[in-house]
């Protein structure tokens, strides 16, 4: 168990059911009444942000995320397919769930695969990615920029 007190950016905590992970957090200690903790939340299974306040003492229990290294394989229409690096098995997840920011990964690139309780519900590509350049328009005389 956490209490409000103990946020942080990046921690997760379970409320009502739902996942919810700290975007944002303020410690907010009015001149006139008690404190509070102002927090952004975000929905992990959902992705819906909330903005709520807290009794610094409020108790939540500790949501475990589970970040599995996985290769992406390969794409099967809505599906990208990632191997499991331990036991090699084939671990299809949909697009939604990989969303926008896989457009730049290659095939056989080690990703973190997030999940709770068993569920997938994203996926974190790899910080850095080597790309070759195959195509780009020609340099006109100039059209330099100095300084």
Do not use: W
């Not at 903790?37 to 929905?43: A, S």
């Not at 394989?73 to 969303?99: K, Q, R």
């Amino acid at each position: 168990m956490i209490t409000a007190g103990d946020f942080r950016n990046g921690m997760t905590f379970e409320e009502d059911g739902q996942v919810m992970q700290v975007v944002e957090f303020q410690h907010v200690k009015p001149g006139k009444g008690a404190a509070f903790v102002r927090t952004k939340t975000k929905n992990v299974l959902t992705g819906a942000v909330v903005e709520k306040s807290y009794n610094p003492t409020a108790k939540f229990p500790t949501a475990f995320i589970e970040r599995k290294d996985m290769e992406y394989t390969y794409m099967d229409g809505e599906l990208y397919h990632f191997m499991d690096s331990e036991t090699y098995e084939d671990v299809p997840i949909n697009a939604s769930e990989v969303g926008d920011n896989f457009k730049f990964v290659k095939e056989n690139t080690v990703c973190k695969v997030l999940s709770y309780k068993g569920k997938v519900f994203g996926v974190e590509p790899p910080n850095f990615v080597e790309l070759e350049v195959t195509q780009t328009d020609p340099g006109f005389k100039g059209d330099t920029a100095t300084n």
